[in-house]
Nanobody, 121 residues
């Protein structure tokens, strides 16, 4: 079964750091671009950034650029989102996703169940 499982969320103070993990199964992980999204209550899902199949290329939304870092370990079939200098505005459910096509930076077609990140002021 194709599946993505996020973990690592929790409660953190403003200015703190947190690392999220996304474990993939059921597909050839190393051939897909992986992305991270978040969704706050009452708001639409927001794209945060992505990483290509080898990890040689990463790209980020302006809202998190310089604070968040995306990485991946293809041997462990895991993508990561390292978050630092967290702000209360970062509070949301965080999701990882895979690209629709292999060797592509196109649309995403699968999301995990999400992990809650809460940043206190």
């Amino acid at each position: 079964q194709v599946q993505l499982v996020e973990s690592g969320g929790g409660l953190v103070q403003a200015g703190g750091s947190l690392r999220l993990s996304c474990v993939a199964s059921g597909f050839t992980f190393s051939t897909y671009t992986m992305g991270w999204f978040r969704q706050a209550p009452g708001k639409e899902r927001e794209f945060l950034g992505g990483i290509n199949w080898t990890g040689s290329i990463t790209y980020y939304a302006e809202s998190v650029k310089g604070r968040f870092t995306i990485s991946r370990d293809n041997t462990k079939k895991t993508a990561y989102l390292q978050m630092s200098s967290l702000k209360p505005e970062d509070t949301a459910v965080y999701y990882c996703a895979k690209s629709r096509k292999i060797y592509s930076v196109g649309e995403f077609d699968l999301w995990g169940q999400g992990t809650q990140v809460t940043v206190s002021s």
